[in-house]
C-alpha cells in the first residue's frame, strides 16, 4: 500500500515562494494521479492541484497562474511550487493518491502566509 510524506511548508510572508514535496512509497508512482489537497481551519478540505500519470495537470481556479504541480518518477516525488503566496492560501496541505480500493494520504505540511 501507499506510503505518502509531505514536506516543505512553513511561514512565508505574502507574495513569498514555498516548494511541497511529496515522497511516494510502496507503490508503481509512475501509474499513479497525484493529487495536493489543502484544508484552512474550520473549512473543508479542497482540491489544489492533481498530475496524472502523463504529466496532465489541472488546478483550483484560485490557485491558477500561481502554483505548479509537477512529479519526478524517478525519485518517485510529486511538487507543488506556490508563488506570490496570500494569506488565504494559509492551510495544511496534503498529498493524495488513490488505486481502486482505497485513497492514501499523507500526514500534511503546515503553509502559514503572513500579511
Known amino acids: 500500500q501507499a506510503q505518502l510524506v509531505e514536506s516543505g511548508g512553513g511561514l512565508v510572508q505574502a507574495g513569498g515562494s514555498l516548494r511541497l514535496s511529496c515522497a511516494a512509497s510502496g507503490i508503481i508512482f509512475s501509474l499513479y494521479v497525484m493529487t495536493w489537497y489543502r484544508q484552512a481551519p474550520g473549512s473543508q478540505r479542497e482540491l489544489v492541484a492533481t498530475i496524472t500519470s502523463v504529466g496532465g495537470t489541472n488546478y483550483a481556479d484560485s490557485v491558477k497562474g500561481r502554483f505548479t504541480i509537477s512529479r519526478d518518477n524517478a525519485k518517485k516525488t510529486v511538487y507543488l511550487q506556490m508563488d506570490s503566496l496570500k494569506p488565504e492560501d494559509t492551510a495544511v496541505y496534503y498529498c493524495?493518491?488513490?488505486?481502486?480500493?482505497?485513497?492514501?494520504w499523507g500526514q500534511g505540511t503546515q503553509v502559514t502566509v503572513s500579511s
Open positions: 493524495n493518491t488513490e488505486d481502486p480500493t482505497r485513497s492514501y
